[in-house]
């Protein structure tokens, strides 16, 4: 079963700023998808991610944007992904802009392979995040199980990554004694919501 665990990241000085920068590029590729696709309906017409990602991977050509090749490229591709599945659920016109006075940065590496996790004692672990180096992060959990993905967000004055881990185990699809019942506290969300380009996975606060 897939399960959320959340940890404080302990970016240095220059990490910081990387990831923020970062999380500007997405939520700009965000918003210029966002709109492409709206212009495209004003016209009758469609636009999708596989072509977004092509005119994407052209755009790094382009002189006036250079500073797309700042940013990993399954970072900004996970973007347009993300931007195609809530265009997908909510339908493009109710789908928000990334407005910068209510927007906290965030973005996510979906290749499990690419972001290798580390203990390194009790209560350290580290994870590599491509263009990052390795990340010291507050093992205050173990993370019980293999990693899939990884989204990184800051809230507040601190930065968290949430790994998506398999923790090996089977759902249950029916009750074993049907006449009673069980709850499970399946934790929290994201502070960023799916209509606003997040992750739908539930995490449980560290």
């Known amino acids: 079963m897939l399960v959320g665990r959340r940890y404080r990241l302990e970016f240095d000085f220059g990490q910081r700023l990387f990831a923020e920068r970062l999380g500007g590029i997405c939520r700009s590729v965000w918003n210029t998808g966002l709109e492409q696709r709206r212009a495209y309906r004003r016209r009758g017409a469609f636009i999708g ?80 995040l491509p263009k990052f180096g390795w990340v010291k992060f507050r093992l205050s959990r173990p993370l019980g199980g293999k990693v899939k993905s990884a989204t990184v967000a800051r809230d507040g004055a601190h930065w968290f990554i949430s790994f998506l881990v398999d923790d090996g185990l089977a759902e249950v699809s ?33």
């Open 49 to 128: 991610y596989a072509e977004q990602c092509r005119q994407l991977a052209e755009a790094k050509n382009d002189p006036d944007c250079v500073w797309l090749a700042d940013a990993p490229a399954q970072v900004i591709q996970q973007t347009l992904k993300d931007l195609d599945e809530t265009c997908r659920k909510h339908g493009t016109w109710k789908v928000r802009w990334k407005v910068r006075a209510r927007w906290r940065p965030s973005f996510r590496f979906p290749t499990a392979q690419q972001i290798p996790v580390e203990r390194v004692s009790r209560r350290w672990g580290r994870v590599f």
């Open 174 to 206: 029916e009750h074993a004694r049907p006449g009673r019942h069980a709850g499970a506290d399946r934790g929290w969300s994201p502070a960023w919501s799916p209509v606003t380009g997040s992750s739908s996975i539930a995490v449980t606060p560290a």
